[in-house]
């Protein structure tokens, strides 16, 4: 099982970014999709999670309103769809699944599958 993150860039503080998530296999069937980051220096932090079966998401307070995750299961692929980014958005963005669960799942340790990450930096 492989994701692979991709999208990420340098972009000026307003603009917006798609991130992508392709996933190898069927680790999308039964898996709740999320987005995490890790700004340098800091700890990894929840960005997005959206469930397997009603596709619903749930974001934290920092991005709520501007983030937008988003799934294609025929696809195998989860989007991160970004806009009015922020300097405090810059960070490396992980994608990562985890078994299906009435669980949000906002920690890292709820996931079972992690890409490799794709750098975003916004710029002022």
């Known amino acids: ?3 692979q993150a991709s999208g990420g860039g340098l972009v000026q503080a307003g603009d917006s970014l798609r ?3 392709a996933a190898s296999g069927r680790v999308l069937s039964r898996h709740d999709m999320g987005w995490f980051r890790q700004a340098s220096g800091k700890e990894r932090e929840f960005v ?3 469930s397997w079966r009603e596709g ?3 974001y934290p307070d920092s ?18 769809q970004m806009n009015s980014l922020k300097p405090e958005d ?18 890292s340790n709820d996931y079972e599958y992690w890409g490799q990450g794709t750098l975003v930096t916004v710029s002022s």
């Open 90 to 107: 810059t960070a490396v963005y992980y994608c990562a699944a985890k078994p299906s669960s009435s669980l949000w799942g906002t920690v």
């Open 19 to 21: 991130l992508s998530c």
């Open 63 to 80: 991005v709520k309103g501007r983030f937008t995750i988003s799934r294609d299961n025929a696809k195998n692929t989860v989007y991160l």
């Open 1 to 3: 099982v492989q994701l």
């Open 56 to 58: 619903a998401t749930y």
């Open 48 to 50: 997005a999670v959206i």
